[in-house]
C-alpha cells in the first residue's frame, strides 16, 4: 500500500523569508503523481504544485518549488518569500496508475507565517 | 462558475438519525469522490466513482453509502451515525478516473460533520 508521511506537523517561519515542508512516500510503482495542497482556514483544499514522477525537472509555480527526489522518494515543498496568506495546513498527496485517481494524503503540515 | 458544492456545510445530529450530504458538479466531470478529515490522519478516501452507477470503496467504506445515478451529483448517504463519524468531509471531482498529473482534482467546501 502506498503511503505519505510528513513529518513535520508545524513549522513557523517569518514574512519574506523561506521554508521547506518535507514529504516522503513509499510505493512500488514507477509512475505516480506528486501533489501539494494548501489548506488556509477557509477549510477550501487549493492544488498548490503538482510533479510527474517520470520527469526529473523540479516544478515551480510562482514562489513555490518542490525538490523531487526519486530514489529517496522525497517530495519536499519549498516556499520563498513567505506572504501572511501563505499561513495554512499544507498536504501531500500521492496517486498513481492503479488506483483511479485516488489521493493518498500524508497527515500535514500545520504553517504559520509571522511578522 | 465552475465548482463542487456540498450542502450542508455544517450538521449537527445524533446517533442513528439518517442523513444525506448532497454533493454536485458542474464541470461535466467523470469521476467523483468522497474524503473525511480527521486530525492528525490527513484525508482517506471513503468512496469513489468513476461514472453514472459505477462506484466502490475507497479506504474508508464502513458506515457508508453513496450513489451515481447523474453524473453531475455523487451524495454520501450515512444511514446510521454514531460518533466516530464526525469528521470533516469533502467532495471532490475531476474530468476522467485516469490519474495524471494534469487531471487535478477540484474539492468541495467541505462539510462539517458532529454525531452526538
Known amino acids: 500500500a502506498q503511503t505519505v508521511t510528513q513529518s513535520q506537523p508545524e513549522m513557523s517561519v517569518q514574512e519574506a523569508e523561506t521554508v521547506t515542508l518535507s514529504c516522503t512516500y513509499d510505493t512500488s510503482e514507477s509512475n505516480y503523481y506528486l501533489f501539494w495542497y494548501k489548506q488556509p482556514p477557509s477549510r477550501q483544499m487549493i492544488l498548490v504544485i503538482r510533479?510527474?514522477?517520470?520527469?526529473?525537472q523540479n516544478a515551480t509555480e510562482n514562489r513555490f518549488s518542490v525538490n523531487f527526489q526519486k530514489a529517496a522518494k522525497s517530495f519536499s515543498l519549498k516556499i520563498s518569500d513567505s506572504q501572511l496568506g501563505d499561513t495554512a495546513m499544507y498536504f501531500c498527496a500521492f496517486t498513481n496508475t492503479g488506483t483511479a485517481s485516488k489521493l493518498t494524503f500524508g497527515t500535514g503540515t500545520r504553517l504559520q507565517v509571522t511578522l | 462558475e465552475a465548482q463542487v458544492t456540498q450542502n450542508p456545510r455544517y450538521l449537527i445530529t445524533v446517533t442513528g438519525k439518517k442523513l444525506t450530504v448532497t454533493c454536485s458538479q458542474n464541470m461535466n466531470h467523470e469521476y467523483m469522490s468522497w474524503y473525511r478529515q480527521d486530525p492528525g490522519l490527513g484525508l482517506r478516501q471513503i468512496y469513489y466513482?468513476?461514472?453514472?452507477?459505477?462506484?466502490d470503496k475507497g479506504d474508508v467504506p464502513e458506515g457508508y453509502k453513496v450513489s451515481r445515478k447523474e453524473k453531475r451529483n455523487f451524495p454520501l448517504i450515512l444511514e446510521s451515525p454514531s460518533p466516530n463519524q464526525t469528521s470533516l468531509y469533502f467532495c471532490?471531482?475531476?474530468?476522467?478516473?485516469?490519474?495524471?498529473?494534469?487531471?487535478?482534482?477540484?474539492f468541495g467546501p467541505g462539510t462539517r460533520l458532529t454525531v452526538l
Open positions: 510533479q510527474e514522477a517520470y520527469k526529473q
Open positions: 471532490a471531482s475531476s474530468f476522467e478516473w485516469v490519474p495524471s498529473a494534469y487531471n487535478e482534482q477540484f
Open positions: 466513482s468513476m461514472n453514472v452507477e459505477v462506484t
